[in-house]
């Protein structure tokens, strides 16, 4: 009887090894795929023109965050 417990319990184990190695080198494929050597950079004015041409609006964000008035919290 114990012989039997002492194989399951190494077969349990080898399952758990083996699922513990798999995770580790999955994440490592997972790391080494979106890696950041294949992303392309891109300039500030490309993407406020990319999220202008998603909106549909052509507001110039600095100039509102520069006003002012729309940032005051005075009383009215």
Do not use: C, H
């Given at each position: 009887?114990?012989?039997r ?6 077969i349990?184990a ?63």
């Amino acid at each position: 009887m114990k012989k039997r417990k002492n194989m399951a319990a190494k077969i349990v184990a080898f399952i758990a090894l083996f699922a513990i190695v798999l995770w580790v080198v999955g994440t490592w494929l997972l790391v080494v795929v979106s890696s950041p050597w294949n992303e392309t950079e891109i300039t500030q004015e490309q993407l406020q023109e990319y999220i202008d041409s998603l909106s549909g609006s052509t507001l110039d964000v600095n100039e509102d965050m520069t006003d002012s008035i729309s940032w005051s919290w005075a009383s009215e």
